[in-house]
């Protein structure tokens, strides 16, 4: 029998959690408690959000990230609110976060779940009032608990991944996430300090006629690119890019559409980070119904073998994603 009971619209997200408990495999509460986490943090980092602007906390603090991007006061204070909350809760073994350069060791002695996490995501646009949002993606720790944390703990394929989600601090705060049973999106009552499941069971349409790729990049894109890109044309589909990937991808997911980030002269592999951006987003689009590859190859296959590591990112409606393979396939 079913052990989704269907809920109804306006359910809380503790209320939702607790009834899908068993959707989780493995898990006896601890995954649970994970995602009370992540959704208490989203709270905190949205009424900073919403201060931007009052408060001195909008622009950079001088410092760059590992990535070598001029880091935002909002970066390192979400990265602060993410690491406080997963370490607090106490499920968590270790974090890796797009501000750190090096994987937290939160407590290797008795945490089950590592965490990829992108704490905020589209930096660029704190400061001009845009949509910005945060990605996060859940494993299962390989190594025995309370022995130091390996790589095979942290460089796992996305096929692995036991939950994912992202927070969108948007006209409305969302939580959208996955645990491999669906996608559902609850959408933040901030009078009430409440989620509210708004989305249920969310499914990305097939098709689209909606394109999201930085095109300012153009000449440097690949054969294949510039011809998807005319095809799009061709289709009279609409250019919509955000410049957050967050708010791009759950545009794409509601209304049909493929975000592109291709490798380009500036960033070979693409820009966009697989273990916290990519596979995370790949995971909720294929549980949605959608795809997401490199171009070619499944996000989810790829095997990580740096924290940091980019990778060329294709990701939306099925059709769309099988089409932009097509140009590959056709040119190579
Ligand atoms: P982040 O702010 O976490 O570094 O990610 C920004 C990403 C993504 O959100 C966005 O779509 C993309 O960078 C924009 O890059 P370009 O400005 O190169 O288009
Ligand atoms: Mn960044
Ligand atoms: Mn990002
Ligand atoms: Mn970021």
Avoid: W
């Avoid at 950079?60 to 690491?83: P, S």
């Avoid at 703990?153 to 939950?163: N, S």
């Amino acid at each position: 029998e079913d052990s989704r009971i269907a809920l109804p619209i306006g359910t809380t997200l503790d209320r939702f959690i607790k009834r899908n408990q068993d959707d989780f495999q493995y898990a006896t509460g601890e995954l649970s408690q994970l995602l009370r986490d992540i959704a208490l943090a989203g709270k905190v980092v949205n009424r900073e959000m919403n201060k931007a602007g009052l408060i001195n906390i909008a622009g950079a603090i001088g410092t760059m990230n590992v990535q070598g991007e001029e880091q935002q006061k909002l970066d390192v204070l979400a990265n602060i609110r993410f690491i406080r909350a997963l370490t607090k809760g106490g499920e968590v073994c270790a974090i890796i976060s797009e501000e750190d350069e090096k994987v937290i060791d939160v407590d290797h002695s008795k945490g089950k779940y590592v965490v990829a996490i992108d704490p905020l995501d589209g930096s660029s646009n704190i400061d001009v009032n845009v949509s910005v949002g945060t990605i996060f993606s859940v494993y299962r720790r390989i190594s025995p608990i309370g022995s130091p944390i390996q790589k095979e703990d942290y460089l796992q394929k996305g096929t692995e991944q036991v939950a994912a989600g992202y927070l969108l601090y948007g006209s409305s705060t969302m939580l959208v996430y996955t645990t491999g049973a669906g996608v559902n999106g609850f959408t933040y009552e901030p009078s009430l300090g409440e989620y509210f499941l708004s989305h249920q069971n969310m499914t990305i349409p097939k098709d689209g006629k909606i394109y999201s790729i930085n095109e300012g990049s153009l000449f440097s894109f690949s054969e294949p690119v510039k011809r998807y890109l005319e095809y799009c044309r061709e289709e009279t589909y609409s250019g919509r890019y955000i410049g957050s990937l967050v708010a791009d991808f759950h545009r794409n997911m509601l209304k049909g559409g493929i975000y592109i980030y291709p490798s380009t002269a500036k960033n070979p592999n693409g820009k966009l980070r697989l273990l916290y951006e990519c596979n995370a987003l790949a995971f909720i689009v294929e549980q949605a119904g959608g795809k997401a590859t490199d171009g070619i190859n499944r996000i989810l296959d790829v095997k990580p073998t740096s924290l940091h590591q980019r990778v060329p990112f294709f990701v939306g409606s099925k059709n769309m994603v099988e089409k932009a393979k097509v140009f590959h396939e056709m040119i190579h």
